[in-house]
């Protein structure tokens, strides 16, 4: 009898453990967006000078109330984590990046800025005495930038410690959307786009 008692526990606590994994195609898509909305163009951005939110509040608290409604009614075996990237901390680390984009983009071009293999920056190549400090801190800045962006994606979704994976992510991201002619590092070489 005794053993049926430990058998029906460890049964039903197997039933109700939900685990949640580590969402790396809704990571992907994110850094994707993230990216392209840092990068894009000034002209397409002048109509609104606040960045946009990838879903609307109210449509996210609408698919959270709906799936709270419905995980009444069925039980699932695993759940994938909504990735939230709207909260003003994330608002504001993007928009530093964007500010600094243009200022970064003719050092991408000219190759003294580059990618590394952790999806930073870094200098590349022998600049001129005059910009050296420039180019230092707007890596510095770039870089710390990036890093928190990443460690607020994984607060905001109740994972800290998802923080090397998301970075991971977006570092392949940086690559994928680097311009033709920029340099990032692939392994221990640099190559370029």
């Known amino acids: 009898m005794k053993r049926l008692s430990v058998a029906s526990v460890l049964l039903l606590t197997a039933c109700v453990t939900i685990n949640i994994y580590f969402p790396a195609a809704a990571t992907e898509k994110v850094a994707d967006e993230i ?28 698919y959270r109330v709906v799936d709270n409604t419905l995980s009444i009614f069925i039980a699932s075996a695993h759940a994938e984590a909504n990735l939230s990237v709207n909260n003003s901390e994330i608002r504001q ?21 580059a990618i590394n293999s952790n999806g930073l920056l870094s200098s590349r190549g022998q600049a001129p005495l005059k910009e050296r400090n420039t180019i230092k801190k707007l890596i510095t800045a770039e870089n710390a930038d990036r890093n928190n962006l990443y ?34 590092q692939d392994g221990a070489t640099w190559k370029q786009k």
Do not use: C
């Not at 928009?95 to 800025?113: C, E, N, V, W």
């Not at 979704?157 to 977006?170: R, V, Y």
């Open 151 to 184: 460690q607020a994606i994984a607060n905001a979704n109740g994972h800290p410690e998802w923080h090397a994976q998301i970075k991971a992510t977006f570092s392949r991201s940086w690559v994928k959307h680097a311009q033709s002619g920029w340099w990032y």
């Open 35 to 62: 990216i392209q909305g840092i990068q894009q163009e000034e002209e397409k951005d002048q109509s609104s000078n606040q960045l946009p939110a990838l879903l609307p509040q109210w449509q996210v608290s609408l």
């Open 93 to 113: 680390i993007r928009a530093r990046m964007k500010a600094r984009f243009s200022s970064l983009a003719p050092y991408y071009r000219s190759g003294l800025i």
